[in-house]
Every structure is written in structure tokens, then in C-alpha cells.
């Protein structure tokens, strides 16, 4: 298990701006190059961290307790083309290139079982 690192190499000006929950975590939402939403995750500034230094989308797992690297187990890899922080800076939004399924169901993107409203 990866434990928590507690003093990330994040730079200093991007970890201020940062406004993180109880646990440290900030939510990243992930969508393709064509907009399409694909998955949420979360990130301290460590999984931020190596996102930026990697190219690869790296989250904290809440469940698990540790960090993960999208595509190290599934093979269904992030590539990240694009990180920008909302105006709030309580949102992280990633644009990436996605291999395979986003979705650790197997489906595309994470959003596409339940419909609770649309457009009749």
C-alpha cells in the first residue's frame, strides 16, 4: 500500500491556490479531448503532483488508501493533455487522451448507466 505522502514537491504557487476538503482532496473531474466527461477522482497534492511531473492521471483512492495510476492495472491508460484548476480552486479538471474504458465497470465513461433527467 502507498501511504499518503504528507510534503509534496508541488510547486508552492499552485498548492496555495488549492482549497482541499477534510481529508486534503481535491476533486478532479476527467474528460477527453472531445469534452466528453469520463470519470471523477480525487487528488491531494501529491496525486497532483505526479500528474504534472507524469503525464498520467494519478488519484488517491479513497477506498483503498492509496495512490493510483489510471492504466497501471487495467492497461486502460490516461494520457493528459491538459490540467486546469476552476475559479474556486476546489476542482481540478483534467483533459486527457483515454485508452480503452474510463470506467472500472468496463464502460467508456463512468456517467453513462443512470439518467435522472433529460431533454424529452
Known amino acids: 500500500m502507498?501511504?499518503?505522502?504528507?510534503n509534496s514537491e508541488l510547486d508552492p504557487t499552485i498548492a496555495a491556490r488549492l482549497k482541499r476538503d477534510a481529508d486534503g482532496l481535491v476533486c478532479a473531474v476527467v474528460q477527453s479531448?472531445?469534452?466528453?466527461?469520463?470519470?471523477?477522482?480525487w487528488m491531494d497534492d501529491e496525486a497532483l503532483h505526479r500528474t504534472l511531473?507524469?503525464?498520467?492521471?494519478?488519484?488517491?483512492s479513497r477506498s483503498r488508501r492509496e495512490y493510483w495510476v489510471k492504466g497501471d492495472t487495467s492497461g486502460h491508460?490516461?494520457?493528459v493533455h491538459e490540467?486546469?484548476?476552476?475559479?474556486?480552486?476546489?476542482?481540478?479538471l483534467l483533459t486527457v487522451d483515454?485508452?480503452?474504458?474510463a470506467c472500472h465497470t468496463g464502460t467508456r465513461t463512468?456517467?453513462?448507466?443512470?439518467?435522472?433527467l433529460a431533454d424529452s
Open 2 to 6: 502507498s501511504t499518503r505522502v504528507q
Open 53 to 60: 511531473t507524469t503525464g498520467r492521471g494519478t488519484y488517491w
Open 83 to 92: 490540467v486546469r484548476l476552476d475559479c474556486d480552486g476546489d476542482a481540478i
Open 110 to 116: 463512468c456517467f453513462d448507466a443512470d439518467v435522472l
Open 77 to 79: 491508460v490516461q494520457h
Open 98 to 101: 483515454q485508452e480503452g474504458p
Open 33 to 41: 479531448r472531445a469534452g466528453e466527461v469520463l470519470m471523477v477522482g
